[in-house]
C-alpha cells in the first residue's frame, strides 16, 4: 500500500551547546513532522514549536503537529 511506501525516521532536536541532551523527539512521514514531543512526552514549548515551524519552511517540510 502507499501508507507502507513512506519512510520514517526519528529525528532529535538539541541545544547546539548541549549536544549530548535530547531536547525534542521528532518522527518524520516522507516530508511530515507527524510527531513531537519532550521527555516524558511533554509538549513543546512555544519557543521549541517556533523554531520547529522556521526549520520546517526552510527544508520543506510540513509540521503537522
Known amino acids: 500500500s502507499a501508507a507502507s511506501d513512506v519512510y520514517k525516521r526519528q529525528l532529535f532536536l ?24 519532550g521527555m516524558n512526552r511533554r509538549p513543546l514549548t512555544t519557543q521549541e514549536y517556533r523554531f520547529l515551524k522556521q526549520w520546517g519552511r526552510e527544508k520543506e517540510i510540513e509540521i503537522a503537529v
Open 14 to 37: 538539541r541545544y547546539r551547546d548541549i549536544p549530548e541532551e535530547s531536547l525534542v523527539t521528532l518522527q518524520l512521514s516522507g516530508k511530515q513532522i507527524c510527531q513531537a514531543q
